[in-house]
């Protein structure tokens, strides 16, 4: 029989309050709030960066493509279930979701701040926002914390207080502030995630290649594909920075990149390896063929992906998440069981269970 579906990848809406109720002082005045503007809505404003957040995309699932837009709505219309814990169980069932893996929206962009000290205490408030969220329930709402990654023994800290908080995972930044995630020293962090049972996940538009605001060769819409390259860059960071090498256990989760590239990128990384392996550093020699770690070590969670499910024979089916990107403007969410109809129709039932549903649980511990 087919398992109750999860969301390996939803997200919330962050409320007005988030950080300006639970902020380090020192930052009060100057926290992530929320604002009007006549023409255009209500406004995340983020002290440091150039450019305020629209609430206009950030709870659009389930408007018709027409009607999208950046600008213009209001707090008070979103999906309430983005706030409101006792709300998002009616759209789960809706969407004929069990459970949801929930991360950040404002927090996903604050990951790209300049200024470390500033995101480390908006990061705080949020884990203590988001545990309480979850905690109405804990069942169907599967929690992650965020960390600044200012230095290895805070990042070790952090990762034992979202722990204590009853979260289930790390969001991590894209850039930590010292040197890249390759350098041996972040080694002790990976064996500390790995020890806690913590995984680490790396959500698009989270490295500072990601910079919102940034200008698309080409048309508009151009931009849309070019967002999974920062993803791209840091899984290959991992893998022939010899990160997995050192470190056997640690498993990361490349979130909302889409999978269906998986298979040419692991090639693609195979014959740089065999025909270029001598550029790489000393000390990032690797045992196997970059191929291998990516299958071995890398989750990726997609939701509107066809691709995903035809390639599942070219990559490890054990390692592929289906999420529903609730609220998101790119959500499946309320159509997610006519999609997956559709895509998975050739799947056995066991392949069914392992992207639907055993995969993300057993990453997470889940009962």
């Given at each position: ?14 409320p ?9 002082k020192?930052?009060k ?13 209500d406004?995340?404003?983020?002290s ?23 600008f ?15 709300a998002r ?19 996903m ?15 705080d ?16 709402l ?25 979260l ?14 390759d ?11 790995i020890?806690?049972?913590m ?5 698009i538009?989270t ?23 920062g ?7 991992f ?22 590239w ?15 392996r ?15 770690y ?13 691709v995903a499910f ?10 592929l998440?289906?999420?529903n ?11 997610s069981?006519e ?29």
């Open positions: 029989m087919l398992k109750p579906i999860i969301s390996s990848d939803s997200h919330i809406t962050e007005p309050g988030t950080y300006v109720d639970r902020i380090d020192k930052y005045d100057t926290a992530p709030h929320m604002i009007h503007d006549e023409k255009k809505g406004l995340f404003v983020i440091g960066m150039k450019q305020p957040v629209p609430m206009g995309l950030v709870a659009a699932a389930g408007q018709k493509a027409e009607d999208l837009a950046m213009g709505a209001k707090f008070e219309d979103l999906h309430r279930g983005g706030w409101d814990p006792e169980l009616a759209d789960q069932d809706r969407d004929g979701v069990a459970a949801e893996v929930i991360y950040p929206t404002v927090g962009l604050l990951c790209n701040h300049s200024d470390f000290d500033y995101k480390k205490a908006c990061f408030a949020y884990n203590e926002w988001i545990a309480e969220y979850c905690s109405a329930h804990s069942d169907r599967i929690g992650l914390g965020q960390t600044a990654m200012r230095s290895v023994d805070e990042g070790i800290a952090d990762l034992r207080k979202i722990k204590e908080l009853g289930r995972g790390v969001m991590m930044p894209g850039n930590p502030q010292v040197s890249d995630y350098d041996p020293l972040y080694d002790a962090f990976w064996q500390a995630a020890d806690m049972q995984p680490l996940s790396f959500h538009l490295s500072r290649s990601d910079v919102v605001g940034s200008s698309p060769r080409g048309p508009k819409l151009n931009g849309f594909l070019s967002i999974i390259r993803n791209q860059d840091l899984m290959g960071t893998i022939l920075g010899g990160v997995f090498e050192r470190n056997p256990k640690l498993k990361i989760v490349c979130v909302e990149a889409d999978a269906g998986v298979p040419h990128y692991m090639y693609r990384m195979d014959h740089a390896y065999d025909r270029h001598y550029w790489l550093k000393p000390g990032q020699e690797l045992s196997k063929m970059p191929s291998e990516f299958s071995e070590h890398i989750y990726t969670t997609f939701q509107d992906d066809w035809r390639m599942k024979d070219m990559c490890n089916p054990r390692r998440m289906w999420a990107d609730f609220p998101h403007s790119d959500s499946t969410w309320p159509w069981q999609i997956l109809e559709k895509h998975t129709a050739h799947l056995t039932e066991e392949e069914k269970n392992w992207i639907l549903h055993d995969n993300v649980a057993e990453l997470y511990n889940l009962d």
